[in-house]
T-cell receptor, first 110, second 114 residues
């Protein structure tokens, strides 16, 4: 099955700086890659997603890039704000299942 | 538009007992997937229901079972609870039919097994 690895596991940035989280996947057949934000005590919230026929997608301060050849995709958050502090998960769809990374705990320091 | 809801919020059981968790899918969604999220880990796929039938299963034993009802709501049942079953159980709904597409998660049920 699919294997998704996510780095780093923790990330601290100053408010206003950028944050980058990287994921790799193993199954070249995977074709859909969502990113979720999970705040304490809540379920994961979809923040952005990308399909395998697209190399980059942007939504305001959030962007995702996908390199199919290298089998990696990244989340970029610009102009970080304290409310961006949360755990972020990447995922890859393999067949009918989603496989999640182990999460990145992002702390934005005011 | 109503989001995904789950009940109960928290649950405490003892080893060997049975538990039923419930999920109401987002309005217009006909597919429900269940995940187990252990502390500090990413969600692990348990199974998916579409058209009231199991439509894919992860690496979980048969004591994890489920149901989907005509209104697309769903139940997760776990028999013979073990200590390692303590986790956050998440339900996610989507509208792409049997081929899972964009999923939206509920708030989860926190299960503690003593």
């Amino acid at each position: 099955g699919e294997n998704v690895e996510q780095h780093p596991s923790t990330l601290s940035v100053q408010e206003g700086d950028s944050a980058v989280i990287k994921c790799t996947y193993s199954d070249s057949a995977s074709n859909y890659f969502p990113w979720y934000k999970q705040e304490l005590g809540k379920g994961p919230q979809l923040i952005i997603d990308i399909r395998s026929n697209v190399g980059e997608k942007k939504d305001q301060r959030i962007a995702v890039t996908l390199n199919k050849t290298a089998k990696h995709f990244s989340l970029h958050i610009t102009e970080t704000q304290p409310e961006d502090s949360a755990v972020y998960f990447c995922a890859a769809r393999g067949g009918n299942q989603f496989y999640f990374g182990t999460g990145t705990s992002l702390t934005v320091i005011p | 538009e109503t989001g995904v809801t789950q009940s109960p919020t928290h649950l405490i059981k003892t080893r060997g007992q049975q538990v039923t968790l419930r999920c109401s899918s987002q309005s217009g969604h006909n597919t429900v997937s269940w995940y187990q999220q252990a502390l500090g880990q990413g969600p692990q796929f348990i199974f998916q229901y579409y058209r009231e039938e199991e439509n894919g299963r992860g690496n979980f034993p048969p004591r994890f079972s489920g149901l989907q009802f005509p209104n697309y709501s769903s139940e997760l049942n776990v028999n013979a609870l073990e200590l390692d079953d303590s986790a956050l159980y998440l339900c996610a709904s989507s509208s792409a039919g049997g081929y899972t597409d964009t999923q939206y998660f509920g708030p989860g049920t926190r299960l503690t097994v003593l």
